[in-house]
């Protein structure tokens, strides 16, 4: 059985403010406590793995990096930058905090939240929700054509493309918002896909539990 495995990049200045974080977007990840890190990569380092991707945004080669220099197993493993695991797009909504939003526009912020296409979003430049999905989707579909037989992926990406593109993917519309350094594993065997393990922070010494993707209410 082959396994992607999906890690939410590591928190953000602007995920600590509450500040919308999308595909144009992109606050310095915060590397004042690298602990975090090390428990990922602990965990991460128990398996083997073929090769390992990321989005090409900042945020997320910066995590990718800063867990591949913490496992010892991996050490010559490197990063491939895949296009379509770039976080959504959320045009003018960028860099503005949920609070605001919530505030001024709740109706519409609600549509976001529930990844509800409305002209009033496309206004704002608001990438389309079902595009977003497939796009992921597709690029975790690529991943996995690459791999050998029983191999494993590991893949840096974003809390909202992930949870989108994971419903998309599997058809489950259950999934939720995603922590920062979370893995979920997606196990895919004769073509179907299905989600093994989702948000798992066992690892991690401190979960803030308001935590996830700011995006959703």
Not at 125 to 130: K, Q
């Amino acid at each position: 059985m082959k396994r992607l495995f999906i890690v939410r990049h590591g928190r953000t200045q602007w995920n600590v403010e509450k500040r919308l974080q999308g595909a144009s977007g992109d606050s310095p990840v915060l590397q004042d406590d690298l602990t975090p890190y090390q428990r990922v990569a602990a965990y991460l380092d128990q398996y083997d793995f073929a090769a390992a991707y990321t989005s090409p945004l900042a945020r997320a080669v910066t995590s990718g990096n800063l867990i591949l220099a913490r496992m010892p197993r991996h050490h010559a493993l490197r990063l491939t930058p895949v296009t379509g695991l770039t976080e959504i797009g959320f045009g003018q909504w960028e860099g503005q905090k949920r609070a605001d939003l919530v505030k001024d526009h709740l109706a519409l912020f609600k549509k976001l939240s529930r990844r509800e296409n409305d002209p009033g979003l496309t206004a704002l430049g608001v990438e389309d929700f079902n595009v977003a999905g497939e796009r992921f989707a597709a690029a975790l579909k690529q991943i996995a054509e690459a791999l050998p037989a029983d191999g494993n992926a590991l893949i840096v990406t974003h809390g909202g493309i992930a949870q989108l593109g994971l419903r998309h993917l599997t058809g489950n519309d259950h999934l939720l918002g995603l922590k920062n350094l979370s893995t979920s594993i997606v196990g895919v065997v004769a073509d179907q896909y299905y989600v093994d393990v989702y948000n798992q922070t066992a690892y991690l010494p401190h979960v803030d539990l308001d935590e996830g993707n700011v995006s959703i209410l």
